[in-house]
C-alpha cells in the first residue's frame, strides 16, 4: 500500500497521543513520591536523571535536548506536588469505573490506578494514598466478595459512598468501520451484562481482565475488526469512538462503591455499616435484627457471608439509616456488640443517591 502524508501525520498524533498519556503516568508516579519525601527538592535524584537522560538520547536527540526537555517535565513534577494533596486510589485502569466514582467524589485531585482491590487497601493502609474508592455490590451481579472479605480484615473506615448507574459504550478505533467489528473485548461480568447486545449483533464476546484494561489495550495495540465494552471516560482517555452507548441487558444497573479512608471525615452522617457474627443458636440473628425494628431504624441492606474459622460460619453485613451521633442508635450498637460473637463498625457517612456521573471534558 503507497503510503501519503497524511497516513504519517495520523502516526505522528498517535504517536503524540501515547506520549502525553506517558508523560501523565509518570506526574502520577512522581505524586506518589511526595509521600516518601519530607521535602520536594531532591538535587541528587535530579542529577541522577538527568545524566542518565544525557547518555541514553537516541541518535536524532541531542544529549542536550533531552536534558533540557526533562528538566521541564522535573519541574512540573515539582509544581504538581506543591499543588495536589490527595491522592484517591481505585481499581483497574484509567477509565475504570471506580475512577469515575473518585472524580465525581473527589473532583480536581489525583486517582491512582491499581491493578487488585487488595492494593486499594494495602496503600490505604500504608498511607501512600489518602482515600480508596471501591465497589461493594450490583445490582445485577450481587455481592463484590473480594471486597466484602477485604472489609472483613481491614481496620480502614467507610467514610462515603456512591451510587453508579453503569453506563457500558462499545468503543473502538476511531479509523474503525462498525461494520467490520467482529470481537468485542471486555471483563466476563460486563460480556454477561452485554450478552443481548452481542448476540443480536453477532459479535464474538472476548474476556479481559479489566473494561478499561481492554479499552487502553485496544487503543494502543490497534487490534483489527475489534472493539471493547468499557465507560465513556475511557473513550476521552484512550482516543477512542463511542459506537453505541447503553448496551447492557438491563437499563436498571447500578453498582454501590464505597469510599474508604484510615480515620472517619469528622462530618455527620445518615447512614452507618456494621459486621457481626451470631451464636449457633437458633433465633439469635433474628433478636440482633429485631433490636433495629424496636427501635423503628431502616435497614438498607443485609449480607450474609461465610468465613474460614473453627469459631465463626457466618459474618453479616448490616447498613442502616441513621446517624451514630443519634443517642437511639448509638445504643442499639452497643446492644449488637454485647449480643455478638464478633462485631465490627465500619462508619457512618452520607447516603448517596444513584447518580449517571459522565465524564466533564478538560
Request: net charge negative; hydrophobic share 35%; charged share 25%.
Amino acid at each position: 500500500m503507497k503510503i501519503n502524508i497524511s497516513d504519517i501525520r495520523k502516526e505522528i498524533n498517535r504517536i503524540d497521543f501515547e506520549l502525553l498519556k506517558l508523560l501523565n503516568t509518570r506526574m502520577e508516579l512522581a505524586l506518589k513520591t511526595k509521600k516518601f519525601k519530607l521535602e520536594i527538592n531532591d538535587d541528587s535524584r535530579e542529577k541522577e536523571v538527568l545524566s542518565s537522560v544525557g547518555h541514553l538520547s537516541p541518535y536524532l536527540l541531542e544529549p542536550e535536548f533531552s536534558q533540557n526537555l526533562f528538566r521541564m517535565i522535573i519541574d512540573e513534577s515539582k509544581n504538581l506536588q506543591k499543588k495536589y494533596q490527595t491522592l484517591i486510589g481505585f481499581q483497574g485502569e484509567h477509565g475504570a469505573y471506580g475512577e469515575l466514582v473518585a472524580r465525581h467524589h473527589f473532583p480536581a485531585q489525583v486517582y491512582a490506578p491499581f491493578a487488585e482491590y487488595n492494593e486499594v487497601f494495602e496503600r490505604l493502609e500504608d498511607g501512600s494514598i489518602d482515600y480508596g474508592v471501591v465497589p461493594v455490590e450490583n445490582s445485577v451481579g450481587g455481592p463484590v466478595t473480594q471486597v466484602n472479605e477485604l472489609l472483613l480484615k481491614s481496620p480502614l473506615q467507610i467514610v462515603g459512598e456512591a451510587k453508579l448507574k453503569i453506563k457500558y459504550c462499545l468503543l473502538s478505533l476511531p479509523e474503525t468501520d462498525y461494520r467490520d467489528i467482529k470481537v468485542v473485548y471486555s471483563h466476563p461480568e460486563a460480556i454477561t451484562q452485554c450478552l443481548n447486545f452481542l448476540t443480536r449483533n453477532n459479535l464474538e464476546g472476548k474476556p479481559y481482565y479489566d473494561t478499561a484494561g481492554a479499552a487502553k489495550d485496544l487503543s494502543e495495540s490497534r487490534w483489527k475488526a475489534a472493539a471493547a465494552i468499557a465507560s465513556p471516560l475511557c473513550a476521552q482517555l484512550y482516543n477512542l469512538q463511542i459506537i453505541k452507548d447503553h448496551v447492557a441487558n438491563h437499563d436498571h444497573n447500578v453498582t454501590r462503591y464505597l469510599v474508604l479512608g484510615r480515620e472517619p471525615r469528622g462530618q455527620k452522617g445518615n447512614k452507618c455499616s456494621i459486621i457481626f457474627s451470631t451464636q449457633h443458636k437458633a433465633g439469635t440473628l433474628f433478636n440482633t435484627l429485631k433490636l433495629f425494628a424496636d427501635a423503628e431504624i431502616n435497614l438498607t441492606r443485609i449480607e450474609s457471608m461465610s468465613i474460614i474459622d473453627d469459631a465463626i460460619n457466618y459474618a453479616f453485613f448490616l447498613d442502616f439509616q441513621g446517624s451514630d451521633l443519634d443517642p437511639k442508635v448509638h445504643q442499639v450498637l452497643e446492644n449488637v456488640k454485647q449480643a455478638s460473637r464478633m462485631y465490627k463498625y465500619l462508619g457512618c457517612y452520607l447516603e448517596s443517591p444513584t447518580e449517571e456521573m459522565l465524564p466533564k471534558h478538560s
